[in-house]
Structures are given as structure tokens and as C-alpha cells.
């Protein structure tokens, strides 16, 4: 290895670092650069080590999605041994994910249960190891879909606790709220958790923290939420100060219950609100059900993104201009920003768009209502008879929104046409940290 790239034509290191910088999302790349020279290895492995996955399940089905070229690792034990070599990599790692599926074991053959034990065993002695050495964390999720039995073994869970008190941490993903983790910090910028697979949540108990939050992500990925949420997050997160709220949904019943609560505690400073409605009803017995609250009290709202898969793109409008409506009005209304992003997958050829979206641009348009805003966004997927050519009336909704830019000059107009993987993908990022958000985006 030399010690430049060209010895006799030496640039400054700072251009290296410079254009090393634009590889960071690309590891094959940068574990070539770090065998090229000496100037090249210190950024290129800060770069290549800043995002690891671990899992502590031999087999899982994501060790597969991990071997592409977006992250580092998924063998534990092949990265416990990279650090016990090289001690001072322990510190370019900034963003962890750690993975367990207990469920995967009942799809393994009796005869191999044992070995598949022991060596689960192991990798849970690895992630351990390597928990302790990482002490330069920001970024940690656990992610293990279902009460795991790693979180079972008391080294672990000490090494996951240690982790999560670090003061460098500002963000957890933690989806089984295994343990109750984030109590163990007294404030925490950035949290994730996850209704997933639990039927009641467990009690916070006496003596833990109460835990402050500035943003909160909340996913309701089953369709069986626990009924003592709110009272779980009321004894748990302390979000009168919180200036983000985003929540996934896989039902309305966090339209019924969970939001209206949410909203009364944290309306003081909420700045950002994202509700992404992913259930619309599949039958007469289950419904459409509307925006079953209010937004009057979120007098700091900057920016407000709603998204629906929605089989009936009229109705979900026109209730969606009943929840605008009941924003603050006039001058004391901050609204700069607004998204509406609507998934519909039966949409007929000769189906008129532009009506029911005019009444909501009359109403984002109107200066009484929205003195503020600045930038409207109109996003949709409109089936995928689309995916290949898009239907005329499709693209008369998009030109129509379109020149509307010309008749504002208040207004940043947008209509985009979706295709299916940006429809349904991440809405906007929750995330401080882009490499984080890449680390997650499997789940």
C-alpha cells in the first residue's frame, strides 16, 4: 500500500476526504478506496464502518439483503473479530441496527434445532461483545418483530441497556419496547416504537424515568393496537415539548383514540405532523372511518403531511378539507407546507380528478385560511394501469395543478404521478441521519 495515490502529484488531503465523502453510501467502493493507500483509509473506513446490522438469529432472511452493496455486516462474529484485531474501528460506528426473529426456529427441522440453539447462542455472545465496544453510538435500533428470547439473556440485555444510557445517542428505534429502554434515559431526541405484536403493553413500574421526547414516530403495523397505549405513553414519554409527530397506521383506531390524546398533550409545540393512513376498509362491515379529531390547538404547526390508500378519492378529500379547516385560522395559523399524498388502486379511465382535489386547493389557496403557506405538494398513485402508460385523466389532474404555479405567486406548486415503489415507500424522513434511515429501511 503506498502512501498516496501517486506519489509525485500529491493533491490535498482534503480533496481525498472531499470525494471520499460522495462514496459514504457505497461499501464496495470504499473498501477499495481504504486498500488503495495510507491517505485514503482513515475516512474511507469512518465511512465504511458508520452503519452495521447485527442479527442474532442464524439464518435470518435479512443477513441476505445486508451481503448487497448498501451495508457493512451481518455476521456477528465476523465483526467481533474485525474489532478484537482493530480496537479503534469500535468508534467510527455511529448507527446499529440489531435484528431477531424468534419465530424463524419453528421452521427448523427437529434434528438441527440443537446446533441451530447453540449457535444462536453464540451470535448472542457476539452482538454482546460487540454492544460493549461501541461506545460512540447515535443511532440504535432493535428491531425483533416478536418477544424475542434474546432479550432473555441477562448479558445482553445489561450490554443493550448500557447502549441505550450512552450520552452520545440521540435516536431509538426500539420496536417491542423490550424492557421499556428509552426509561432508562431521562430525555431522548429521536423515538420509534411500534404496537406490533403485543396485546397489552407492559407496566413502566415504579422508579422509571420519565423519559422527554422532541420526536416521536409511532407505527401501528398489526391490526390488534393495544387498548392502554395512551395510558402506557402518558406514564412513560413526557411530549409537552414535542416537536414532531409522525404516525403510521395500519387501522383507524388511532383515529378514534390514540391521535385526539396525543394532539391534547403536545399541541403546545408541535411543529411537524405526519399521519400516514395505510387500512381503508375492505367491506359494508368495515368502513371508511373519518378524521376523527381536531387540529385547533396546533397553533405552531409548520408542516403537515397526510397520506391514505384510499378507495374513494372524493370522499377522503372532502374529509380531509373538514380536518384543514379546523387549523387555526388567520393570522395566528403557521402552516407553511402542506403534502397530500392519496394511493388509490381502482381508478376508472373516465373517473374525474381534478374536482374533488380543486376544493382542496381552494381551500389551501385561500389567504384567510392559510396566510403562511408556502409550498403545496399533491402526490398520487393512481393504480397500475399507470405503471406503463399513464391514463389521460391522470394527466389532465397533473397539468391542470400544474398551471396553477402560473396564477400564484405565493404558491410552490407540485402534482406528482407516483410510481408504485415511491407511493409506498417512507413518506418523509423521520430520521437526522440518512445513514440511519437506510440501515431501517427493510423494516
Known amino acids: 500500500m503506498s502512501d498516496t495515490p501517486r506519489s509525485q502529484s500529491r493533491l490535498p488531503q482534503e480533496l481525498y476526504d472531499e470525494i471520499i465523502d460522495h462514496l459514504s453510501d457505497h461499501p464496495p467502493t470504499l473498501r477499495s478506496c481504504a486498500l488503495t493507500c495510507r491517505s485514503f483509509v482513515v475516512k474511507s473506513q469512518r465511512h465504511f464502518f458508520c452503519n452495521v446490522a447485527l442479527s442474532t438469529e442464524p439464518g435470518h432472511p435479512e443477513v441476505q439483503w445486508y451481503k448487497s452493496d448498501i451495508f457493512s455486516f451481518a455476521d456477528a462474529d465476523r465483526f467481533r473479530s474485525i474489532l478484537e484485531g482493530s480496537p479503534h474501528l469500535a468508534s467510527y460506528v455511529l448507527n446499529l441496527r440489531i435484528t431477531s426473529n424468534s419465530h424463524i426456529q419453528k421452521r427448523i427441522d427437529k434434528n438441527e434445532r440443537a446446533m441451530h440453539q447453540s449457535r444462536k447462542e453464540k451470535l448472542e455472545e457476539d452482538v454482546t461483545f460487540c454492544l460493549r465496544q461501541l461506545r460512540s453510538l447515535r443511532c440504535l435500533s432493535i428491531d425483533t418483530r416478536q418477544v424475542s428470547p434474546t432479550f432473555t439473556n441477562p448479558e445482553f440485555q445489561n450490554a443493550l441497556k ?152 372524493s370522499s377522503f378529500l372532502l374529509q380531509l378539507v373538514e380536518l384543514l379547516k ?61 405503471e406503463e402508460k399513464v391514463l389521460p385523466n391522470v394527466v389532465a389532474w397533473q397539468t391542470h395543478f400544474r398551471e396553477k404555479q402560473y396564477w400564484s405567486s405565493r404558491l410552490k406548486v407540485r402534482a406528482d404521478i407516483l410510481k408504485f415503489e415511491e407511493a409506498f415507500g417512507s413518506p418523509d424522513s423521520f430520521w437526522p441521519d440518512k445513514g440511519f434511515t437506510r440501515l431501517l429501511k427493510r423494516k
Not at 358 to 363: A, R
Open 326 to 386: 379546523s387549523l387555526p385560522t388567520g393570522p395566528i395559523n403557521r402552516l407553511e407546507r402542506l403534502l397530500i399524498h392519496t394511493n388509490c388502486f381502482r381508478l376508472k379511465s373516465t373517473e374525474s380528478l381534478i374536482e374533488p382535489w380543486e376544493v382542496l386547493w381552494n381551500l389551501a389557496s385561500d389567504l384567510d385560511y392559510f396566510p403562511c403557506l408556502t409550498n403545496l405538494e399533491f402526490k398520487g398513485f393512481f393504480g397500475m394501469a399507470n
Open 162 to 313: 448500557d447502549a441505550v444510557a450512552l450520552p452520545s445517542l440521540i435516536c431509538l428505534d426500539q420496536s417491542t419496547l423490550t424492557e421499556l429502554l428509552f426509561t432508562q434515559r431521562r430525555s431522548l431526541q429521536y423515538l420509534s416504537i411500534s404496537s406490533e405484536g403485543f396485546s397489552e403493553y407492559p407496566s413502566p413500574g415504579r422508579g422509571h424515568n420519565w423519559c422527554r421526547v422532541e420526536f416521536l414516530h409511532i407505527r401501528q403495523a398489526g391490526f390488534n393496537a393495544p387498548s392502554n397505549l395512551n395510558h402506557y405513553l402518558e406514564q412513560s414519554l413526557d411530549i409537552r415539548n414535542l416537536k414532531c409527530l409522525h404516525i403510521i397506521a395500519g387501522t383507524t383506531w388511532f383515529s378514534h383514540s390514540l391521535i385526539p390524546d396525543l394532539l391534547r398533550v403536545c399541541s403546545k409545540n408541535l411543529e411537524e405532523f405526519v399521519f400516514d393512513l395505510n387500512y381503508d376498509g375492505d367491506s359494508e362491515m368495515h368502513p371508511v372511518v373519518g378524521f376523527d379529531f381536531s387540529l385547533a390547538e396546533l397553533k405552531c404547526l409548520r408542516n403537515l403531511h397526510i397520506r391514505s390508500v384510499t378507495r374513494e378519492t
